[in-house]
């Protein structure tokens, strides 16, 4: 099994930046994709972007994609999401997530470990 711990989160004004960090441990010696989740208030929990294991692939969700950059150590068994230009509605809590495999998912239900979340928000 992997544990997962996400940080990094706060309040930030608009136009500004954050990032996040999830840090892994457990079983992280098997190749794991993972992946960044967020959750706003009476939404659901929607897809932000995954990274394969070597960190060679990303993806992004069109809303965020050009102000969101995926990446993961693997010697620190850590992933970030450096997340740039916030708008108000990038506030969520995100929570990271992971699948043992080399490819990442997009689907919620692909992922079988979940951190407990890092709340962020964005002032206007």
């Known amino acids: 099994q992997v544990q997962l711990v996400e940080s990094g989160g706060g309040l930030v004004q608009a136009g500004g930046s954050l990032r996040l960090s999830c840090a892994a441990s457990?079983?992280?010696?098997?190749?794991?994709?993972m992946v960044w989740f967020r959750q706003a208030p009476g939404n659901e929990r929607e897809y932000v972007a995954h990274?394969?294991?070597?960190?060679?692939?990303?993806d992004y969700a069109d809303s965020v994609k050009g102000r969101f950059t995926i990446s993961r150590d693997n010697a620190k068994n850590t992933m970030y999401l450096q997340m740039n230009s916030l708008k108000p509605e990038d506030t969520a809590v995100y929570y990271c997530?992971?699948?043992?495999?080399?490819?990442?998912?997009?689907?919620?239900?692909?992922?079988?470990?979940w951190g407990q979340g890092t709340q962020v928000t964005v002032s206007s």
């Open positions: 990274i394969n294991w070597s960190g060679g692939s990303t």
């Open positions: 997530a992971a699948r043992y495999g080399i490819s990442g998912r997009r689907l919620e239900s692909e992922y079988d470990y």
């Open positions: 457990g079983r992280t010696s098997s190749p794991y994709t």
